[in-house]
């Protein structure tokens, strides 16, 4: 007898770096569920997303595409709606992962945080509609939600919303074994940016993180690129509200936050329980591919600044803005735990779901996404060892052996490009892009990303050769003094 398709279900979170686990090491953190999740599958501990910000990796995790052939260059600004043509998502001309699937008769389902356009009716494929109203978490309380075309208020945490509404929907599933469903569950917690986590936290979990020391949070002096980013910032955009880049440089060293931000990181790791068990209790679980990851990684005071790799100038793609978590539990008995250490990307993603779903492999001259399936199975014996990431103006490879930043250029601001030994200085803590010693080195790798992007953009939207964003960009000043004064972004 034909096993049956895979169900699949992806838990993306909002602002969770790598190491705020359990399993991949931080002893001051409390996530037994996805430490259990790790025992029984395979955590990739070299995971990098393609973008820092989070509706760049939510489009790039949908289509398997890179952002200069998306066009979503950072997080869609929620104060641009009034320009979005009406039912406009950013996604649109694509065939995205849930169209694919619903094709091989997958039932679809998002809940949670979209962020990829308007809301107000179902997008992409997907057949199950439970979001936000908005992208930019201001509360993880009191939020308008739209549930298949209902507009409802939630007092309650958002994050409760959202496992009651997975569980429920796996119930409901459980009622038509044979046919699979695709399950983007996406939690915006645990966040980390004020207002949402400034003060103490109200959850359920706040009180574990009373005696914490937070040692695993490092108190570093404020970089310089952070400071340079607040003061261009105030020069070129001076009706933007310049608050939020200012607590930046607050937020490493204030507890209540640090306490908030943890709580919300149990929290989620509570719901992500509360659907593992839903899974078992409605015996699907071992035929349910199972992935947990995040939009992208974050930066707690790390080399000097706290959040996005573009909360710096110019922006960065060091490891901590850049690394995700992924824990990949693969449909069958559970096995484990298995760290896997090969580079691997959010476009991946995409190509793993597609493999484990029968899909053919997006084709390579379109997608650089490759399924992980092979590492997983231990077939993988030839995976290129690079990752390719780019925010703006900086675009970046990362091998085992090298990080090269390369800056866009010539600019007004005269940017410089930046190449980090991580064998020598695994932390990237010294430049060593001007080296003569290193001068193969960086050519070498810079016609790697020279190849990649000529590869895999689209002129369009690719910004380093004339192109725009769609919605918004974070550098608007930059690129219309580059492009002239009638570039504008586009929807």
Known sequence: MARLAPNIVL????????????????SEIHTPH?????????????????????????????????????????WLDDGEVGNWPSGWNALEEFETLPESLSGEGYETALIGKYHLGLVDRAQNGFKEWVTLQ????????????????????????????FTERAVDYIDRRAADPHRPFFLFLTYPAPYGHWPSVKGESRNQFARLYDETRFDSVPREGLSRELIDWILVR?????????????????????????????????????????????????RLLENTLVVYTSDHGMSLGEHGFWGHGEDTWPSNMHRQANHI????????????????????????????????????????????GRSVRPLIEGTDLHRDDAVFMEQEETRAIRTRRWLLMRRFGPT????????????????ERRNVAKDPAHRADFAELSARIDAFFSRYSDARWDLWRGGTVKSNSTRPFLWREVWGEDWTPAC
């Open 11 to 26: 838990i993306f979170v909002d602002n969770q770096p790598a190491g705020m686990l359990g399993c991949a090491g931080n």
């Open 34 to 74: 996805l430490d259990g999740l790790a025992a029984g599958g395979v955590r990739f501990s070299e995971a990098f997303c393609a973008n820092a910000m989070c509706s760049p990796c939510r489009a790039s995790v949908l289509t398997g595409l890179m952002p200069s052939q998306h066009g979503v260059h950072t």
């Open 134 to 161: 908005t992208g930019h978490i201001l509360s993880f309380y009191d939020n308008q939600m739209h549930v298949n075309g209902e507009t409802i208020r939630y007092p309650g945490h958002s994050v409760d919303f």
């Open 234 to 282: 105030q020069r070129e955009m001076p009706d933007d509200d310049p608050g939020f880049y200012r607590q930046l440089a607050c937020i490493p060293n204030d507890l209540p936050t640090l306490r908030n931000y943890y709580s919300q990181m149990s929290l989620v790791d509570d719901g992500v329980g509360r659907v593992l068990d839903a899974l078992r209790r409605c």
């Open 325 to 368: 978590p992924l824990i990949v539990k693969p449909p069958g008995s559970e096995e484990g735990p298995r760290v896997e250490d090969a580079l691997v990307g959010t476009t991946d993603i995409f190509a793993t779901i597609r493999d484990y779903a029968g899909l053919p492999p997006p084709p390579r001259a379109r997608s650089s």
């Open 412 to 427: 007004p601001y005269g940017f410089e490009d930046e190449l980090y030994d991580l064998e020598s200085d695994p932390d």
